[in-house]
């Protein structure tokens, strides 16, 4: 990741208002977007275009409509790189709540994030397969499943505790695996699973990853969890992958930071 092209596109403030907008509603259009600038729908696809280039957002095609999603993970790496170690942990915690309570008054029912990682499909495919590769990313939990079409799977912490399950509902290896999503650390919390679906494209001697996490409920306050969540799982999957050695994030013990 270039973190020089993500900090350029972060100074400029239509560019950070854009994504300000995206973290209040994601899934806008161009149209949308646009009517909160004062500039031309030109002027706004440029801009959006430079927070493509970053990374900081993802696209997709509905119907004739281009959708634009806010992306997380670069925003979280360079969080782990310049600003985790050296944080309070009053200020990690603040944050958090700012955005929990920002994100409850959100309509955001899919999150969607991309990483571009060196890698082959085969090997990215395995490391989400492999129980003993997704507990160096996968915040420290072994994945079991037979990975057959309505196969049950769950993610296994080290005591045997189930921190999350489901069922496969699509798998074509090494490009797509769709399952549902049920936190078991929290069952009041998402009472109703969800929908994830992994996507991996070939760029040259890189993979594309692209997470789809459908069927969010607004209301919960697990909801805001899980994208730093997801940030955090594929940043861990992209330094494994390419150095073979987990990502070690330095955490607080203290309150909830």
Not at 20 to 41: C, I, K, N, W, Y
Not at 64 to 92: G, T
Not at 166 to 173: A, D, S, T
């Amino acid at each position: 990741m270039d973190q020089d092209i993500i900090f350029k596109a972060l100074a400029d403030t239509s560019r950070r208002t854009l994504l300000d907008l995206l973290f209040q509603h994601d899934g806008r259009s161009l149209v949308e977007l646009q009517a909160h600038l004062p500039m031309t729908r030109f002027g706004t696809m440029k801009h959006l275009q430079v927070l493509e280039d970053a990374k900081l957002i993802t696209t997709r095609k509905v119907g004739r409509e281009k959708l634009h999603y806010l992306n997380a993970v670069p925003i979280q790496m360079v969080y782990d790189r310049w600003v985790s170690k050296y944080a309070q942990p009053w200020a990690r915690t603040l944050v958090d709540l700012k955005y929990s309570l920002e994100d409850e008054m959100a309509e955001r029912p899919t999150r969607v994030f991309e990483i571009f990682i060196r890698t082959t499909p085969a090997q990215l495919w395995q490391a989400l397969i492999d129980g003993a590769l997704t507990q160096q990313y996968y915040m420290g939990t072994r994945v079991e499943s037979t990975w057959t079409p309505g196969a049950k799977y769950r993610y296994l912490t080290p005591d045997g505790g189930v921190l999350l399950q489901g069922q496969v509902l699509e798998i074509n290896p090494p490009h797509r695996l769709v399952t549902t999503f049920q936190p078991t650390w929290n069952i009041e919390a998402y009472a109703q699973p969800s929908k994830v679906i992994w996507e991996i494209t070939q760029v040259g001697s890189a993979c594309r990853v692209t997470v789809t996490h459908e069927g969010l409920d607004p209301t919960s306050a697990l909801t805001p969890q899980l994208s730093t969540g997801w940030a955090q799982i594929l940043s861990g999957l992209k330094t494994l992958l390419e150095t073979g050695a987990p990502l070690v994030i330095e955490r607080t013990t203290e309150g909830n930071a």
